[in-house]
Structure formats: structure tokens, C-alpha cells
């Protein structure tokens, strides 16, 4: 590892573009959580720290992720704030205390407002040592990469099966921070693009697939997974694309701006229901996280699908802590809402 790798660590998605302007290679810690190989035993260790049994379980991967992978001064640890969990900010004090490393509070505009989020993105850049010149530019180079994401999501619904809802979340999911490197990041995208087109030679439309959009946070368990062993596949990850940030923007700010997880409900799920619509779903398996402000987010979807007649079925389903395999309940829910759709 070159002694010149500067890592920026965050809590959700916030601008890559300027990280990677400033010279830092971007990394988000809820990948880093829910792809250990022992996810459940950083919860255990966040516990022992001090950490209640009642907080999310995604604040206490994040804090003993960061606890393990900081190493080195010139790092910097990045809690966003507003537009995501409130817990973030007690973390970032506890992490900097306990590490010393150089953090930064991050709260997207509540207003939503493309002059508000301009200022932001500024300061941003400013406390990272780069300007928005030098981030548009980094935007620039990364729209052939995010339509290539475009595409595998286009796939995953346009045929059902050739992209599994578990890829088309591994990819989506993973642009948050291109895994740490953009470039392998895309060289590896377009091999796995590659190997969908032969797949798509040998692809054959299937009445018994029941297509799922999945609306919610990234799940904590193998919920796709289990949809796919049970011939269910999922066509539409609402967050996921988000992250990908798939669009046409003509600059950083009117990217951000339209970028739904850290807004409303409503100004989500308004979004989130065209997608359902235009992809023809069967179903709707709403992932709510436990002790997350964001459970009661489902009233407001109920209320929107009565409002719009939307009368496709919905499930809603929590999950808490991570495990490499769903329990008998939540299984015995979820077959049995796929074998009524």
C-alpha cells in the first residue's frame, strides 16, 4: 500500500465526486460492515464498547469497522447528518475521540435547493483542500461508468431473471463508493456486463418469475437471496439506484439535489412508485430496519399507494441484526406473500 493512500470513511452516500477530486479514496463504511465475515460480532464488539442494545445495529457495525480499518493520521472520517440517521453525529464524536481521527460533519440542505446544496458541496471541498472545478470534473469522467449501471438496471427489469436482484443490488449498492477505486471498480463492471450479454443469448421469458420491487433501505439480511430460491426475483432496488446516481444532471448540485434517501418520504416514494409502475412489479417487499426513524416511513408509502390506486400488494418486512441467513418467520412471511401475488 502506497504511503500516499489517503481514505476517506463515511456513514452514506455523500459527494465521491470531490473526495476523489481531493486526492482521497472514498469508502463506505456500511459496505465495509455488511460484507465482513463476522458482521454480527462488530455489533457484539460496538455492545461491549458501550453501545445500547436498542441502537441500530448499522451504527454499531459502522463504529467498530471504523475502530478496526483507521490507521493513519492523514485519514479523514466523514458522519452525515442531516438527510440520514441523527445517531451519526453521537458517532462521530465518539470515533474521534477514540481514534483522533480528522472528521467532518456532512448535512445535505433541508431545503433541497440547488443554491443551498451548491454552498454545501463548497464547503465540502473547501475543508477537503480541492474546488467544484476539479469535482465536475471527476463527475464528468464518471457518466460513462454510471450508465453502464444504468444499463445492468434497464436489464434487471426489461428481463426478468437475466440480472438476479442480488447482483443488480451488489452493483448498485457498491457505486456508494466504487469500492475504493473507480477505475478497477469499472473494469470489473464491464466484465460482469460482458457475461449478461452472453447470458442474454440464452435468456427465455418465464410466467412463473414473480417480479419484486424492493423499496427501503439495503437490507441487513439475505432477503434477495431468499426471494431468488423461491422464484421471486427482484427488478427494482429502490435505494440501491439511488446510490448509482442513474440520470442525466447537468452539474454536481442538480445531481445531489435529485438524489431521494436524504429527503422526504414523500419526495422518495414518489419516485420509488414510478419505477413500480413502469416495471410492471407484483409485489412490493418494503425493508424497514429496526430502532430506525425510518419504520414509520410506512404509513406514508400506504398512504401514497391509496392515493395513486396503486394496488399492488406490499409486504413489509424489519430486519435488526445482521445473519447469513433469515429466521423461520420472517422466511414463512415472505414465501407466503410470494406464493399469493
Not at 451548491?118 to 460513462?144: H, S, W
Request: charged share 25%; glycine share 4%; aromatic share 10%.
Amino acid at each position: 500500500m502506497s504511503s500516499r493512500e489517503r481514505f476517506a470513511y463515511f456513514t452514506t452516500s455523500v459527494p465521491i465526486e470531490i473526495i476523489i477530486a481531493a486526492g482521497y479514496k472514498p469508502i463506505d463504511l456500511n459496505n465495509r460492515f455488511v460484507s465482513s465475515k463476522t458482521p454480527i460480532s462488530l455489533v457484539d464488539n460496538a455492545e461491549s464498547f458501550g453501545f445500547p442494545g436498542s441502537c441500530c445495529a448499522w451504527i454499531k457495525g459502522l463504529f467498530s469497522v471504523m475502530s478496526d480499518i483507521f490507521h493513519k493520521e492523514n485519514d479523514l472520517f466523514i458522519a452525515v447528518t442531516e438527510g440520514d440517521c441523527s445517531n451519526a453525529k453521537v458517532l462521530e464524536e465518539i470515533i474521534a475521540s477514540k481514534t483522533g481521527i480528522n472528521s467532518y460533519i456532512f448535512a445535505y440542505p433541508a431545503s433541497r435547493d440547488q443554491i443551498d446544496m451548491k454552498k454545501t458541496l463548497e464547503q465540502l471541498a473547501n475543508f477537503l483542500g480541492t474546488d467544484m472545478e476539479a469535482a465536475e470534473k471527476i463527475r464528468m469522467e464518471l457518466v460513462p461508468l454510471r450508465e453502464k449501471l444504468n444499463k445492468i438496471d434497464g436489464l434487471s427489469y426489461l428481463y426478468p431473471g437475466l440480472v438476479t436482484g442480488l447482483e443488480n443490488h451488489y452493483w448498485l449498492v457498491s457505486s456508494s463508493d466504487m469500492n475504493g477505486d473507480k477505475k478497477v471498480f469499472e473494469k470489473e463492471l464491464d466484465v460482469f456486463l460482458d457475461e449478461i450479454l452472453k447470458r442474454k443469448e440464452r435468456w427465455q421469458p418465464s410466467s412463473e418469475i414473480k417480479k419484486i420491487a424492493f423499496l427501503g433501505v439495503p437490507p441487513i439480511l439475505p432477503v434477495h437471496q431468499f426471494i431468488e430460491d423461491k422464484k421471486g426475483v427482484v427488478v427494482y432496488n429502490e435505494i440501491q439506484r439511488e446510490f448509482a446516481m442513474i440520470g442525466k444532471y447537468s452539474s454536481l448540485e442538480a445531481q445531489y439535489t435529485e438524489y431521494t434517501y436524504p429527503y422526504s418520504a414523500r419526495f422518495r416514494f414518489e419516485k420509488a412508485l414510478n419505477e413500480v409502475q413502469k416495471r410492471n412489479v407484483d409485489g412490493i417487499i418494503h425493508y424497514v430496519q429496526s430502532f430506525c426513524h425510518r419504520q414509520i416511513e410506512d404509513i406514508i408509502l400506504r398512504n401514497m399507494l391509496k392515493e395513486k390506486n396503486i394496488s399492488t400488494p406490499v409486504l413489509t418486512i424489519e430486519g435488526d441484526k445482521p445473519s447469513f441467513q433469515i429466521d423461520g418467520r420472517l422466511a414463512t412471511r415472505i414465501e407466503a406473500f410470494l406464493e399469493t401475488i
